[in-house]
């Protein structure tokens, strides 16, 4: 491809996404797609069912593999890598359907995640010695001030399974968090939750943006959510951008009325 | 777990824990055969070395959910690498002369012997890395036909290497594996995988087992902890292997069949998947059951009904299925956090009993 990856790509770009395209047969889910990410924003990614965003993200986060086209993260080029080296270099995310780690407690489930940033081999583990309890205590700490900050504390010892499900779902977005992502990616995190847990889940991405130094990209299907507290908007329709801005313009946009509703007499969508 | 406990009360409990289990190394090494009658030994010793290979398996079973039934093949890589050091170079090494008992007492023959030992691990786990590359891409149960399939050919290859022993083994191998020698054993065993389970290591595998793409997602490298895990597990049982050799004084092809690597399964099985303590419990119960099994000729009708080890192990199986929320949590560890925990219940139950009894007290 001719985009090969340039040390500076969009200044300020956490995340960026030169024409990535991912086939799956013959069938593209995610076709030419150009992206920028600016850092320290709420970047939604709507778009009616089917339109390639859960895909998007698979290849962002290296679960599916771009066909074409260049992923950077930070100016780095992260098509080819496998899932764990991205997270490595700071993406996490949370997925549609809850994947927690269903047996093991809360705060195992965040101890597992902080893990990996935790500082130390396998050796120390089998002897656990002097700088392996050192690195405990620090994980430890850590996993419960995540814990406390997400009013998660009480359930740190109930097994993940037992919560309730919006529990669960912020508990998958704390532990994303354990691995201090600089891009975070919440594949719809208000499914199934009612108005005023989404708008607990609203105060709590806010939070997240001013605590911690990142970014966050969402796919979400609640527009009062994404109209809400996204800076940015792209709209996805058959696995190709049609509009991109922020909500005004998005909600403004003939192609994405149609995208959403069909042809026929001009609606507002802003009265959904 | 949720109270952070002084770097002290840790290296207190540390000493504790390791004081322990030296004194459990002594119990097993010298007040097992002082108290156990003699005609339980031997069962028992061999109850306590298939703990180390249940304890192996239990990595890659219990704790990262991979499924192997090929155990009983890396038992016996370890067994003819040890057994091969033993009856082949030491003699030479030591200039045993033939038909006269070896001195198993010099240093110099306890450390060939540990070193056997270990290249026994060495082999099996290198052979565990090499079996782990291909096959832990495969998932549930076609790595498990995989293993098998491993299993089967190590133990046709043996049958046809006469400088083996072909169909006969290994024998007269000098029978090393005394009560002492698998009483350190078994318990560096259960150290090591203790430490595994409670620090990064185990905490790879349990995320591995619990959902394979979230752990991705989390920067664990999923492949490449698999294939560790492999290794280990296939290495630990290797060290079983050896020391089984050693106390058997033979090993032979069949001794890799893939019915003992189902044995070894359901150790892990009835031991809770993923408990060291299960498993260590359930080892030397179903180790010594075919030897306790031989009292049933003094009741012929229960003999007749239950002779089988099969059926006992079958009967087993679904007793555990019906009463799997009651059976051992995989979770579940005789641990301090754990006594802590029944400590604390109790104190609750006494606080509560005893303002109970002075309420009503003052009811009346």
Not at chain 2, 141 to 167: C, H, K, Q, S, W
Not at chain 2, 219 to 245: D, E, F, P, R
């Amino acid at each position: 491809m001719a985009s090969e990856p340039t040390p500076i790509g969009d200044a300020g770009a956490v995340l960026e996404m030169r024409r990535v395209s991912r086939y799956f047969g013959g069938l593209a889910a995610v076709k030419n797609l150009d992206l920028s990410v600016m850092h320290g924003q709420i970047h939604g990614l709507i778009g009616p069912n089917g339109a390639g965003k859960t895909t998007l993200f698979n290849v962002i986060t290296g679960a599916n593999t771009a066909s074409s086209g260049a992923v950077l993260v930070d100016g780095r080029d992260i098509t080819h890598l496998p899932p764990h080296a991205i997270n490595h270099l700071g993406v996490a995310r949370t997925f549609q359907n809850i994947r927690l780690f269903k047996e093991i407690s809360v705060y195992e489930n965040v101890r597992t995640a902080a893990t990996w940033r935790g500082g130390y081999g396998w050796l120390h583990g089998f002897i656990q010695g002097l700088t392996f309890e050192r690195r405990e205590a620090a994980i430890h700490d850590q996993v419960l001030q995540l814990l406390e900050d997400f009013q998660l504390g009480h359930r740190a010892r109930e097994v993940s399974r037992s919560l309730p499900y919006g529990e669960q779902r912020r508990l998958e977005i704390v532990r994303a968090l354990a691995t201090r992502p600089k891009l975070l990616l919440l594949d719809e995190p208000a499914a199934g939750l009612n108005a005023a847990e989404t708008d607990e889940l609203m105060a709590l991405v806010h939070r997240i943006l001013e605590q911690y130094d990142l970014t966050i990209l969402l796919i979400e299907h609640d527009m009062r959510l994404v109209m809400e507290i996204c800076q940015a908007i792209t709209v996805l329709d058959h696995g190709e951008k049609i509009c991109e801005g922020d909500a005004d313009q998005v909600r403004n946009d003939p192609q994405v009325i149609e995208a959403y509703l069909g042809q026929g007499d001009m609606v507002d969508a802003s009265d959904q | 777990m949720d109270r952070r406990l002084e770097p002290k009360t840790i290296y207190g409990l540390k000493l504790v824990g390791l004081l322990g289990m030296g004194l459990s190394a002594v119990a097993i090494g010298y007040g097992i055969p002082a108290v156990v009658p003699p005609f339980h030994l031997e069962p028992l010793a061999l109850g306590l070395i298939y703990v180390i290979i249940a304890l192996g398996l239990n990595i890659v079973n219990g704790q990262a959910g991979q499924f192997s039934i090929g155990h009983a093949a890396f038992a016996g890589i370890g067994a003819y690498t040890a057994g091969g050091l033993s009856t082949m170079v030491a003699p030479r090494v030591f200039h045993w002369q033939p038909n006269t008992p070896p001195d198993l007492d010099s240093p110099g023959v306890i450390l060939f012997f540990m070193g056997s030992l270990l290249a026994g691990g060495i082999v099996a786990a290198f052979f565990g890395y090499l079996v782990g590359i291909p096959t832990l891409r495969l998932r549930g149960d076609y790595l498990a036909i995989a293993t098998l399939g491993f299993g089967e050919i190590m133990r046709v290859t043996l049958e046809n290497t006469p400088a083996l022993g072909g169909p006969l083994g290994l024998h007269d191998i000098p029978k090393f594996s005394t009560y002492p020698v698998i009483g350190i054993a078994v318990v560096l065993t259960i150290l090591l995988c203790r430490n595994i389970a409670t620090s990064v290591p185990g905490r790879c595998f349990v995320a591995l087992r619990e959902d394979e793409i979230a752990a991705e997602s989390l920067g664990i490298a999923t492949t490449k902890v698999k294939v560790n895990a492999m290794a280990l597990s296939a290495g630990i049982a290797g060290i079983g292997g050896g020391l089984l050799a050693h106390r058997l004084g033979s090993y032979m092809p069949v001794d890799l069949n893939w019915i003992k690597s189902v044995e070894f399964v359901l150790m892990v099985v009835l031991g809770g998947s993923g408990s060291i303590t299960g498993t260590t419990l359930a080892a030397i119960v179903l180790g010594m059951l075919p030897h306790e099994m031989l009292q049933l000729t003094k009741f012929p009708w229960l003999q007749k009904l239950i002779g089988n080890k099969m059926v006992v192990y079958s009967v087993l199986l679904i007793v555990m299925m019906l009463v799997r929320s009651l059976w051992l949590k995989g979770s579940w560890e005789l641990s301090f956090e754990w006594m802590r925990q029944v400590g604390r219940k109790v104190r609750d139950l006494w606080t509560r009993y005893r303002g109970r009894g002075e309420g009503s007290a003052d009811g009346e």
